[in-house]
């Protein structure tokens, strides 16, 4: 199994919700990543986990909490969002830890967000 | 600071010519490059990466990448365009201890 898979493919919530991202590979990876992209832009790291701990914060809005439930899931849980967020969000995995640099990482295939 | 810069916004080439995507990097140490590719709506699929060794690299779908110390360049190739390969196309770059960096993106526009 050589793919990243991201659920909900769609998500429409309102400022107020709580809601949640979820990712999960079968590849044995032990890196993991959440990327923000905004149309027609670069993907902007947003978390790394490596072996399962918090490794990179890139200065992220609490508003956004992960979370990496074990080596093959990671959730991104959302709550008080605000218009500006709304992107497609892309998570990604890599093998043997964020620490090698020459793995190539393993998008899914994101999940739109729409924040109104 | 490491940087990616790719100059192009847009590359349009015919179907059935080649192509070349650039992508010149800065890095201070020793370069790990990439590129990806990303079709509408979905997420980036790797194509190809340099770590070290032979300069020529080959990649999926017919796609090869020049690596250029002295240039610091890694523009992708493809022989012979198809119309298929219209997409978003993203150099990055990763050394040691950092995350990977990527180029603002290419717009490929393959026309029949």
């Known amino acids: 199994d050589t793919e990243v898979t991201q659920t909900p493919k769609h998500l429409v919530m309102g400022m107020t919700n709580k809601k949640s991202l979820k990712c999960e590979q079968h590849?044995?990876?032990?890196?993991m990543y959440w990327y923000k992209q905004k149309a027609k832009k670069p993907p902007e790291l947003m978390f790394v986990?490596?072996?399962?701990?918090?490794?990179i914060n890139e200065s992220v809005p609490s508003r956004f909490s992960p979370e990496c439930p074990n080596s093959s899931l990671l959730n991104l849980h959302l709550h008080a969002l605000q218009p500006e967020d709304s992107a497609l969000y892309l998570c990604?995995?890599?093998?043997?830890?964020?620490?090698?640099?020459?793995?190539?990482?393993?998008f899914g295939p994101g999940t739109r967000l729409t924040v109104l | 600071a490491q940087s990616v810069a790719q100059p192009e916004d847009q590359v349009n080439v015919a179907e059935g010519n080649p192509l070349t995507v650039k992508c010149t990097y800065s890095?201070?140490?020793?370069?790990?490059l990439f590129w990806y590719v990303q079709y509408p709506n979905r997420g980036l699929q790797f194509l190809l990466k340099?770590?070290?060794?032979?300069?020529l690299v080959k990649g999926s779908y017919g796609f090869e990448a020049e690596f250029n110390k002295s240039q610091t360049s890694f523009h992708l190739k493809k022989p012979s365009a198809l119309v298929s390969d219209s997409a978003l196309y993203f150099c990055?770059?990763?050394?040691?201890?950092?995350?990977?960096?990527f180029g603002k993106g290419t717009t490929l526009s393959v026309s029949s």
């Open positions: 990604a995995s890599s093998q043997a830890g964020q620490v090698n640099p020459y793995n190539e990482q393993f």
């Open positions: 590849m044995g990876h032990r890196a």
């Open positions: 986990y490596s072996y399962e701990k918090l490794s």
């Open positions: 890095v201070s140490g020793n370069p790990y």
């Open positions: 340099y770590i070290t060794g032979d300069n």
């Open positions: 990055a770059a990763r050394e040691a201890g950092t995350a990977l960096i």
